[in-house]
């Protein structure tokens, strides 16, 4: 199995690379610099406001993803699996691979459309926020969504890898039937290190430990001490992320304000990404990707999110300079084609 965002990231190299979701990676030692570990465990039922029962620890959220999915088949819960239209590759090719009934969704503006689509043994498996629109549910539609599942006795697998970008307070969501999924690799960025972790319903949960026994345990037990270290400072993250990111959020808005005729920008509030769709006719995001290539700049097309009509752009893993010179760049080259339509 190919995964076609992951090839177009490994096969293409650029100059301007604004190509990564995530922030630019915290260094081992300014992480040593912040104090001393403490309990791994711990630590995530301080900031989740759960038992021990409802977590897992994993290598990363594509591995919670699969694990999560695998035990709600293995307990035989569900049948068919209810994925989004744009969305992050891995997740709609996963149901598949673990041969699971699919249906794709197109969402528009909110990601409440898929509340319509819940089913009697469906999965409704989504990122949350979405990559790469950003659009999210937040603590009370998640709620509202937990009491929709356990009502039509259906769950929900949310990759949650971005939610702290926009949900400062992890505490009181609703684990009733439904999995969330996290990382380091996006709010915690560590070049050395990444650790995963699921957490929700109590009974899903005990099935995700068994699998994870099975094809990947142990993690090692140093990660957890670094990452400890910076569960116990998410403020300290969150400001730096912050730092990075909205400074290149500022400069986006005045450069696209130049060129608002030719480009609608779908971006949410503190989040590293932003999606940006040319209004011109004709031109695909395969197509536009590829001419800022050509130009020394690395984005993603959106056929890798299932729909071709733009590029996701990373906010938080470059200066501000180099983000500037590259959205100018992106500026032009809009121009240019839009221009003579």
């Not at 998410?234 to 450069?255: A, C, F, H, Q, Y």
Request: aromatic share 10%; glycine share 6%.
């Amino acid at each position: 199995m190919e995964i076609g965002h992951f090839t177009w990231l490994r096969t293409h190299r650029a100059k301007y690379d604004v190509s990564s979701s995530g922030v630019k990676p915290i260094q081992l030692d300014e992480i040593i610099k912040l104090g001393e570990a403490s309990n791994f465990i711990e630590d995530l039922m301080s900031i989740y406001g759960v038992d021990r029962r409802n977590l897992a620890i994993t290598h990363g959220t594509q591995e919670g993803n699969f694990a999560a999915l695998t035990a709600l088949r293995e307990l035989g819960l569900i049948e068919r699996v209810i994925t989004v239209i744009p969305e992050y590759e891995p997740i709609r090719v996963l149901p598949k691979f673990l041969r699971l009934r699919q249906t794709e969704l197109n969402i528009n503006k909110s990601l409440t459309e898929l509340f319509n689509n819940i089913e009697r043994g469906s999965a409704l498996f989504f990122s949350n926020p979405n990559n790469p629109l950003g659009t999210f549910l937040n603590k009370k539609l998640l709620w509202e969504l937990s009491d929709e599942l356990r009502r039509r006795n259906a769950y929900a697998v949310i990759d949650s890898i971005f939610l702290e970008f926009v949900e400062n307070n992890l505490k009181d969501l609703p684990m009733e039937n439904i999995i969330f999924t996290f990382s380091t690799s996006k709010f915690y960025t560590m070049n050395e290190i990444k650790v995963g972790w699921v957490v929700g319903d109590n009974e899903i949960v005990k099935e995700i430990n068994g699998i994870i026994d099975l094809v990947s345990p142990l993690v090692i037990d140093l990660n957890l001490k670094y990452v400890s270290i910076l569960l116990r400072n998410r403020s300290w993250v969150r400001e730096r992320n912050l730092g990075i990111i909205i400074p290149n959020v500022d400069t986006m808005r005045k450069v696209i304000n130049e060129i608002s005729d030719y480009v609608s920008i779908s971006y949410v509030e503190y989040m590293p990404i932003l999606y940006i769709r040319t209004k011109c006719q004709e031109i695909t995001g395969s197509t536009f990707a590829n001419k800022l290539l050509s130009r020394d700049i690395l984005t993603v097309p959106g056929q890798y999110f299932g729909k071709d009509d733009g590029i996701r752009i990373g906010l938080g893993s470059v200066k501000r300079d180099i983000f500037e010179e590259a959205m100018r760049i992106i500026m032009n080259a809009i121009n240019e084609e839009c221009g003579r339509r």
